[in-house]
DNA sequence: GCGCTATGTTACGTTTTTATGACAATTAAG
DNA sequence: CTTAATTGTCATAAAAACGTAACATAGCGC
């Protein structure tokens, strides 16, 4: 699976999980931890591509960890997100200063916390490969706009290839036609549940060429599923 | 498939929106809004199952709104989980006092979120589902609407399904025909018993693919019982 | 075993839900 | 401006799920 990684280090529980989720959501892959001893720990695990990390931690600060990983070579390049509570303004010329790349004040919407790791990701060039999401041997591209399966490209319509986006980062669960409309139309548009079935019919007729119709399921009186088993 | 509906009552725009986002993920259908007049409004249109609310909220307060609420005959029965920020606790008393169901602090997890509010949809009967329950080696997942046995996957009609979900949570105990059509039909509809028993015997017929249909056992003279044991 | 009743099974008509093809409107491309 | 592609909607076909009746079978008291 080639979706983003993003490590989040922040004590509170609360807010570390709300923060996964988001990500998860946005189609991140969030790995998470309460200090910079286990932070540590998952460093060498794997390598984030981007550290999303509280100012307040207890042992090491964040602040403290984070200038330690700026002066490592081996980690300077992973960019790093400072968060902190509202009305610690004057925090965020010191994080800029020790190299955090970006700098944000609880609370925050979804859409700030997104936008503002997109705008790092891509400042920093990593954001290429956001591009791509990996389900089984599909890969979704969002930079070329394309589907491939297996060896074989193909193009979708603007419809079809949000509608593969939203099934590829959420595959195995149901979705009722309006959860589809909300999640891929968008909320506040006005269509027809029945347009949901039209564009699933077109989706499949187009994955039925490689011999995937039926990885778009039907779910009898519920909706539609997306999964590698049938 | 309507989801439940939830309304949040908040006027910080990013608390809003993340209550909203994690809602809608969770399976909700979150409506939104910032103050108590708009939240008339949207009261109005449609009566949602559950409203979250901001204790502080500019013009008339949440407490003030809530308390209005559980006076309107109309608005009573929709249960209020109250949001506040940390520290203030000794308003959770008050906040019971005038009827709320629940009490949160921020910030909170999403998880925390979730389970509270299922909490109280299960408690004021509106709600009943449990996303994954297990019996045995079977698993039946809501959530992806699959029954799994061993390791194989397999769909169910949702009459079926819900048949099922009934007696995984019911095990080893007897429910006559009337019992299972109250319980697994509803109680409003009328229908033949024997039906029951049709169904019953596709549920067997599914389960015999898999040598388990003695787990589905006639109780002569009174119904039927869903055990492990033969 | 006999007769009676409860349960199992099957077939069938009905209802509900989903799939599909066609069309018009809109948008994008050339 | 023309042409092609995309998209939403509708009408209709097809499929799935349901409920019911009819008949078969099995269990139980006598």
Redesign the interface.
């Known amino acids: 699976m080639s979706r983003l990684s993003v490590l989040v280090v922040e004590d509170?529980?609360?807010?570390?999980?709300?923060l996964a989720?988001?990500l998860e959501?946005s189609g991140f892959e969030a790995s998470q931890c309460a200090d910079a001893e286990v932070a540590n720990l998952i460093l060498q695990e794997r390598m984030p591509d981007l550290i999303v990390l509280d100012w307040m931690l207890p042992g090491i600060s964040g602040i403290e960890w984070a200038r330690r990983l700026k002066k490592d070579q081996f980690y300077r390049e992973i960019p790093i997100i400072l968060l902190t509570a509202r009305g610690e303004e004057e925090d965020k010329v010191r994080g800029l200063e020790i190299g955090a790349d970006d700098y944000m004040t609880?609370?925050?919407?979804?859409?700030?916390l997104v936008a503002r790791i997109r705008a790092v990701l891509r400042r920093t060039g990593k954001i290429e490969d956001l591009a791509q999401i990996t389900l089984g041997d599909m890969i979704l591209d969002s930079e070329q706009h394309r589907l491939t399966i297996g060896d074989k490209q193909l193009d979708v319509s603007p419809t079809e290839f949000r509608l593969m986006q939203f099934f590829m980062t959420h595959p195995?669960?149901?979705y009722?036609r309006?959860?589809l409309l909300?999640?891929v139309w968008g909320r506040s548009v006005y269509i027809e549940e029945r347009t949901v079935d039209v564009h699933i019919r077109r989706l499949r007729k187009i994955l039925a060429e490689y011999g995937r119709e039926e990885m778009v399921?039907t779910?009898?009186?519920?909706?539609y599923?997306f999964?590698l088993?049938s």
């Open positions: 509170e529980d609360a807010i570390r999980e709300m989720m988001v959501q609880k609370p925050f919407s979804p859409k700030e195995d669960k149901v009722s309006t959860q909300d999640q399921q779910v009898r009186g519920f909706g599923r999964s088993i």
